[in-house]
């Protein structure tokens, strides 16, 4: 059995219990209250319990979890007010980067996105999204491959192509939605969508590795640069999810999580989402931990999560939050009414009172049952706080277990090549067709001349002696003419 990850104290330990960790969580709190190193901490304590995780690092600040920690004063301070002895120590890392500039580049297929979440990822309507999903259908129905984005744009010209027979079938494929698509296409790509889009794609195995020691790799997503693309960073997010429930198999509850997932700024998970998705997530969230993944939340409120989620986030800490709108207050007592009260304390009044570093925090107890909502100093993690150094950053890419794995884009033949192909052998056909009328035309106009001149010439065609008497008197005209005549005629009389 693992053991208890220590969160903090409060009257008593406040413990995590890894068989229990796969149910979820939220760790919400207003900005500069300490989420990010509650994040940092619990994912040091998974990793040192063999379990593999994967953090979004917004603020481009927890990379010095790969770095020993020592030095901080205030950490230093709190552990000795919790009575803990250091243990100051780095963490195996491997870093990720959609864009591939602060670590290894993740990609996806467009087939392995999929129509619903491409659709939201490029903010479609509904008749854009039932125009994308045809083209989908069509690829499949003519095995053609969607790898990259170029691929879509030359499956959408192919719908666009066969508009008319495809409509039969399918319904309306209007030239205005597969513009529209074509021109978010394009917005997408000017923010670095299309770096994200091809091969080799992500091998969920790599996300899931321990280091010699048996420690779990934590996966260190840059999404600092990524935050100018919400809907890239949120579409992503999800796709990981719905991959993992895919691919891996039921297991039930384990004794601890296989992966750990930590997903920063979670609201944006949520914002705008088309009912379809929401429910496609909170199916995913709910059956997702039978496959041991966990799957925690960081947001400012959890009034930013959908309660149908929520209500599936066993394991709780709450930082503080402020009120100074009566919508704040409303989500105040929203998060404290979801808590199991504590008769020691106003939970509702205590969430506005927490220091830094403090958190009201439930767990799930071994019965699976929510814990009475304490009151806890959290515990620091024993990593570095704030981010690594480029040189330390550097020596571990280069080490890396995935390095120079997915650094080259691979671009095999896909919709792209063969659709390209087909059209240069149809725009041939059609030259050689064209070419064909061209010479039959011609062929045509010169039969038509010559049996022109044929007829021309037969008109012309008299004798030689009639020549020659027409000519004889075309002559008798002439003045030289009519001597040449008395002449003949002079002679005659005179015989």
């Avoid at 039969?168 to 994200?196: C, H, T």
């Avoid at 966990?294 to 309660?307: C, E, K, L, R, S």
């Avoid at 403090?358 to 799930?364: D, E, F, P, R």
């Amino acid at each position: 059995m693992a053991d208890p990850i220590l969160i903090g104290m409060g009257d008593a330990p406040v413990n995590l219990l890894p068989a229990k960790a796969n149910r979820h969580g939220i760790i919400a709190g207003a900005t500069g209250t300490g989420k990010t190193v509650t994040m940092q901490m619990l994912a040091e304590s998974f990793s040192r319990q063999g379990v593999p995780c994967f953090v979004a690092d917004i603020k481009g600040d927890l990379s010095g979890i790969s770095q020993k920690g020592g030095g901080n004063q205030k950490v230093e301070d709190r552990l000795g007010e919790l009575g803990i002895s250091p243990d100051y120590s780095g963490n195996p890392v491997v870093f990720w980067d959609l864009f591939g500039k602060q670590g290894h580049p993740i990609r996806a297929t467009v087939s392995e996105m999929g129509p619903l979440l491409l659709s939201r990822m490029l903010e479609l309507n509904d008749t854009q999204e039932g125009v994308l999903n045809i083209a989908f259908r069509v690829a499949d129905e003519q095995g053609l491959l969607l790898l990259d984005l170029k691929d879509l744009r030359a499956m959408l010209v192919e719908v666009a192509n066969r508009a008319n027979e495809l409509q039969q079938v399918y319904g309306n494929v209007s030239a205005a939605s597969v513009g529209a698509i074509q021109r978010n296409l394009l917005v997408l790509e000017e923010q670095g969508g299309d770096q994200f889009f091809g091969e080799p794609a992500l091998d969920l195995r790599d996300f899931m590795r321990t280091d010699l020691t048996g420690r779990g790799v934590i996966n260190v997503l840059a999404a600092d640069k990524l935050m100018s693309s919400p809907k890239l960073y949120s579409t992503f997010l999800l796709w990981l999810l719905a991959e993992l429930f895919e691919v891996l198999p039921e297991i039930g509850d384990p004794e601890k999580p296989k992966i750990v997932f930590f997903f920063d700024e979670a609201h944006l998970l949520f914002t705008d989402a088309p009912k379809p998705l929401l429910e496609k997530v909170n199916q995913v969230v709910r059956l997702i931990r039978s496959k041991g993944v966990g799957v925690y939340f960081i947001t400012q409120n959890p009034a930013d999560i959908p309660d149908s989620v929520l209500a599936q986030l066993g394991n709780r800490v709450q930082h503080a939050l402020r009120a100074f709108t009566p919508s704040e207050m409303k989500g105040i007592k929203a998060a404290s009414d979801s808590f199991r009260a504590n008769p020691k304390f106003d939970t509702e009044e205590a969430i506005t009172q927490l220091g830094v570093g403090w958190g009201l925090v439930s767990v799930l107890d071994e019965k699976g049952a929510p814990t009475v909502v304490e009151k806890t100093a959290v515990r620091p993690p024993f990593s570095r706080l704030g981010p690594a150094a480029p040189d330390e950053k550097q020596v571990l890419l280069q080490g890396s277990p995935v390095a120079n794995k997915y650094e080259t884009t691979v671009d095999r033949e896909s919709a792209y090549e063969k659709l390209k192909v087909k059209a240069e052998a149809t725009a041939k056909e059609e030259a050689e067709a064209e070419a064909a009328k061209q010479r039959a035309k011609a062929e045509a106009a010169a039969a038509k001349e010559a049996a022109r001149a044929e007829k021309s010439s037969a008109r012309r065609g008299d004798t030689l002696v009639e020549s020659v008497i027409k000519s004889t008197m075309r002559s008798a005209g002439t003045s030289i003419g009519r001597q040449i005549v008395r002449g003949i005629l002079g002679n005659l009389f005179k015989r």
